[in-house]
C-alpha cells in the first residue's frame, strides 16, 4: 500500500520560513520523480515544484522561484520542501505526489498523492 505523508505544515509570519516533508512509503521511492502542488480555499490546486529521480533536476513554479527549495533524500524515502521569505498568498494546503514519468508531469499524470498538511502565512 502506498502512502505518501507530508509534514512540516503551521502558522508562520510572513516574511518566515517552514520546511515541509512528504515520507514515502509502499513504493520504490527512487524510480518516481516527485512533486508538491498546493491548493488555497477556492482555488484550483496549482504545481509548485518538482525534482526528478536522482534529486539531478528541479523545476519550480514562478510564484516561487528563489524562495522555494525541493530536495529529496532517498535513502530515507522522503522528500523536502523548504520554504523561505513566505507571503500570505502561500496560504494553502501542500500536498506531495509521485509519478514515474517526468518532472514536467501535469497533475493527472502523477500516480500517488499525499492528504496534505496546511500551511498558513499570516501578515
Known amino acids: 500500500q502506498v502512502q505518501l505523508v507530508e509534514s512540516g505544515g503551521g502558522l508562520v509570519q510572513a516574511g518566515g520560513s517552514l520546511k515541509l516533508s512528504c515520507a514515502a512509503s509502499?513504493?520504490?521511492?527512487?524510480?518516481?520523480?516527485m512533486g508538491w502542488f498546493r491548493q488555497a480555499p477556492g482555488k484550483e490546486r496549482q504545481f509548485v515544484a518538482a525534482?526528478?529521480?536522482?534529486?539531478?533536476?528541479?523545476t519550480y513554479a514562478d510564484s516561487v522561484k528563489g524562495r522555494f527549495t525541493v530536495s529529496r533524500d532517498n535513502a530515507e524515502s522522503t522528500m523536502y520542501l523548504e520554504m523561505n521569505s513566505l507571503k500570505v498568498e502561500d496560504t494553502a494546503v501542500y500536498s506531495c505526489?509521485?509519478?514515474?514519468?517526468?518532472?514536467?508531469?501535469?497533475?493527472?499524470?502523477?500516480?500517488?498523492w499525499g492528504q496534505g498538511t496546511q500551511v498558513t502565512v499570516s501578515s
Open positions: 525534482i526528478s529521480r536522482t534529486g539531478g533536476t528541479t
Open positions: 509502499g513504493l520504490t521511492f527512487r524510480v518516481y520523480n
Open positions: 505526489a509521485a509519478n514515474r514519468f517526468t518532472i514536467q508531469a501535469t497533475q493527472d499524470d502523477y500516480d500517488y
